[in-house]
């Protein structure tokens, strides 16, 4: 069965950087949407970023445009988040999760579109 480790996660102060990943090991992320969600105390889960599955189609959390970076490295078999000028309001244990929709190119940040999920990685930003 497919299981997500994700990796990365951290304490950085405010503006610093942090690149999360999510592997796959034994299967390949190829041709899989691939989500990254995040969940802070006393918040619902919320959708940060996805990449589709042809990994032509990419979404962001209106918050997080133009900081964060998602990306796929199908020889490493590895999906990343590169999170710069990273905020207190970004903390939080941050999820990725793997999803087949019928639509190559597009994908949405909607947990139901996702089968399977890692662990979650915890993302601290403090002073």
């Known amino acids: 069965q497919l299981q997500l480790v994700e990796s990365g996660g951290g304490l950085v102060q405010p503006g610093g950087s942090l690149r999360l990943s999510c592997a796959a090991p034994?299967?390949?992320?190829?041709?899989?949407?691939i989500g990254w969600f995040r969940q802070a105390p006393g918040k619902e889960r919320e959708g940060v970023s996805c990449?589709?599955?042809?990994?032509?189609?990419?979404n962001y959390l209106d918050s997080v445009k133009g900081r964060f970076t998602i990306s796929g490295d199908n020889a490493k078999n590895t999906v990343y988040l590169q999170m710069n000028s990273l905020k207190p309001e970004d903390a939080a244990v941050y999820y990725c999760?793997?999803?087949?929709?019928?639509?190559?190119?597009?994908?949405?940040?909607?947990?139901?579109?996702?089968?399977?999920w890692g662990q979650g990685t915890q993302v601290t930003v403090s002073s």
């Open positions: 034994g299967f390949t992320l190829a041709n899989t949407a």
């Open positions: 990449i589709s599955r042809s990994g032509a189609g990419k």
């Open positions: 999760a793997a999803g087949w929709p019928a639509v190559q190119d597009m994908c949405v940040m909607i947990e139901t579109e996702y089968d399977n």
